[in-house]
């Protein structure tokens, strides 16, 4: 590594990398941002100007046989990342790639198998796992805070897809398109049962699933043309996890924002709501815990043991993702492996295998844990 810092090239810098991963390793002493690669020469370089970072590309190979960059990371649509995983991974790189890993899970365990054979460390970009309130009500359910947790009811609401009247921009038209492998299902749906299935230490054994496209016409905000849908925007989803526990949600598109996840044990209640109005993968929770019958619902903190940077350092959407960074920072140091990894993303892809074939048969799915 470069000096003593971890040395990053970021592949698709001009969108969700300037946004929010840039921004993260900037407040990070741990990395060092050596190169960012976009498409365009002019938004390459600007951004390169902007943050202070001394190379740019616009061929991401260039940026993936830059000697100083130690960890390669793919920010950019799904259908891409296939191709660029195998070439930072046959370039002897650390990976880390966004969520959805692939394209499908055949997908996802080819380059699973090949990060595994290259020695390298990978991350699946699934950061709510380092979201501090996920990882305080993770740590009191394994405490039994509420003996033995009975179910999940969730409630989500996202104004970020389109609904009905809506329009939408040409960067995210994509999105419209479920051959893409980025919608309401994978993307919004994803972070959350691998959130759920995190905070509860825990699988799902079954699984039943209703997946609809209610808008099914979306115009494009720069042209006006009409795209026909047909990716999902509406999930209902019921399942049952390894531990008993059983799930009962509803994703859906809306015009306001709204998440709310009540844990139900056989000794209480935890409620955590949406505190500002982003997504499951970003945000920030209102926690609250009731204990006992009749009782009114108690606010509860998140001990700062479990903010790994201060909240003030970095904006709201980079900050779970600053902590995962962190997380990987010491599993390297401390030659550990607690950061979610390609194995991670090849499991939550079989999961939505398995609701895509529920949703399509209308039959509960059962699913192979693995040991």
Same mark, same amino acid.
């Given at each position: 590594?470069?000096?003593?810092?971890?040395?990053?090239?970021?592949?698709?810098?001009?969108?969700?990398?300037?946004?929010?991963?840039?921004?993260?390793?900037?407040?990070?002493?741990?990395?060092?941002?050596?190169?960012?690669?976009?498409?365009?020469?002019? @938004?390459?370089?600007?951004?390169?100007?902007?943050?202070?970072?001394?190379?740019?590309?616009?061929?991401?190979?260039?940026?993936?046989?830059?000697?100083?960059?130690?960890?390669?990371?793919?920010?950019?649509?799904?259908?891409?990342?296939?191709?660029?995983?195998?070439?930072?991974?046959?370039?002897?790189?650390?990976?880390?790639?966004?969520?959805?890993?692939?394209?499908?899970?055949?997908?996802? @365990?080819?380059?699973?198998?090949?990060?595994?054979?290259?020695?390298?460390?990978?991350?699946?970009?699934?950061? =709510?796992?380092?979201?501090?309130?996920?990882?305080?009500?993770?740590?009191?359910?394994?405490?039994?805070?509420?003996?033995?947790?009975? @179910?999940?009811?969730?409630?989500?609401?996202?104004? #970020?897809?389109?609904?009905?009247?809506?329009?939408?921009?040409?960067?995210?038209?994509?999105?419209?398109?479920?051959?893409?492998?980025?919608?309401?299902?994978?993307?919004?749906?994803?972070?959350?049962?691998?959130?759920?299935?995190?905070?509860?230490?825990?699988?799902?054994?079954?699984?039943?699933?209703?997946?609809?496209?209610?808008?099914?016409?979306?115009?494009?905000?720069?042209?006006?043309?009409?795209?026909?849908?047909?990716?999902?925007?509406?999930? =209902?989803?019921?399942?049952?996890?390894?531990?008993?526990?059983?799930?009962?949600?509803?994703?859906?598109?809306?015009?306001?924002?709204?998440?709310?996840?009540?844990?139900?044990?056989?000794? #209480?209640?935890?409620?955590?709501?949406?505190?500002?109005?982003?997504?499951?993968?970003?945000?920030?929770?209102?926690?609250?815990?009731?204990?006992?019958?009749?009782?009114?619902?108690?606010?509860?903190?998140?001990?700062?043991?479990?903010?790994?940077?201060?909240?003030?350092?970095?904006?709201?959407?980079?900050?779970?993702?600053?902590?995962?960074?962190?997380?990987?920072?010491?599993?390297?140091?401390?030659?550990?492996?607690?950061?979610?990894?390609?194995?991670?993303?090849?499991?939550?892809?079989?999961?939505?295998?398995?609701?895509?074939?529920?949703?399509?048969?209308?039959?509960?799915?059962?699913?192979?844990?693995?040991?």
């Amino acid at each position: 590594m470069r000096s003593d810092k971890i040395g990053v090239g970021i592949i698709g810098a001009s969108g969700w990398g300037k946004t929010a991963h840039i921004p993260a390793l900037q407040a990070l002493s741990e990395f060092e941002i050596i190169a960012v690669c976009t498409t365009r020469q002019k @938004s390459a370089e600007e951004i390169a100007q902007s943050f202070g970072i001394n190379h740019f590309y616009t061929n991401p190979y260039d940026l993936v046989a830059n000697p100083d960059v130690d960890l390669v990371v793919i920010t950019v649509k799904v259908p891409d990342h296939n191709e660029l995983v195998r070439a930072a991974l046959d370039a002897g790189k650390h990976v880390y790639c966004e969520w959805p890993l692939a394209l499908n899970t055949a997908e996802a @365990s080819d380059i699973f198998r090949l990060a595994t054979a290259k020695g390298v460390r990978h991350i699946t970009g699934l950061q =709510a796992r380092a979201n501090p309130a996920i990882n305080y009500v993770k740590d009191l359910l394994s405490e039994d805070y509420l003996g033995k947790v009975l @179910s999940i009811n969730v409630s989500y609401s996202m104004p #970020g897809f389109p609904t009905k009247g809506s329009t939408i921009d040409q960067a995210h038209a994509y999105l419209l398109d479920k051959k893409n492998g980025a919608d309401q299902l994978t993307i919004t749906t994803g972070h959350l049962l691998d959130g759920i299935t995190y905070l509860m230490g825990s699988p799902f054994t079954k699984i039943s699933a209703s997946l609809e496209t209610q808008y099914k016409e979306i115009s494009v905000m720069e042209t006006g043309e009409v795209i026909q849908a047909n990716a999902p925007d509406y999930v =209902a989803i019921n399942g049952m996890l390894k531990s008993g526990a059983l799930l009962s949600g509803q994703i859906r598109n809306s015009k306001i924002a709204g998440l709310s996840i009540e844990i139900v044990g056989t000794q #209480g209640e935890i409620s955590m709501k949406s505190k500002d109005g982003l997504m499951f993968q970003w945000d920030a929770f209102n926690l609250q815990a009731v204990l006992e019958e009749n009782q009114a619902f108690q606010p509860l903190s998140v001990p700062s043991h479990y903010y790994h940077i201060n909240p003030q350092e970095v904006n709201l959407i980079s900050y779970n993702i600053a902590q995962l960074y962190t997380q990987f920072a010491n599993d390297l140091r401390k030659n550990t492996y607690t950061t979610p990894d390609f194995q991670t993303g090849c499991r939550l892809h079989y999961l939505l295998d398995q609701i895509i074939q529920s949703a399509e048969t209308g039959t509960v799915q059962y699913l192979t844990i693995e040991e």
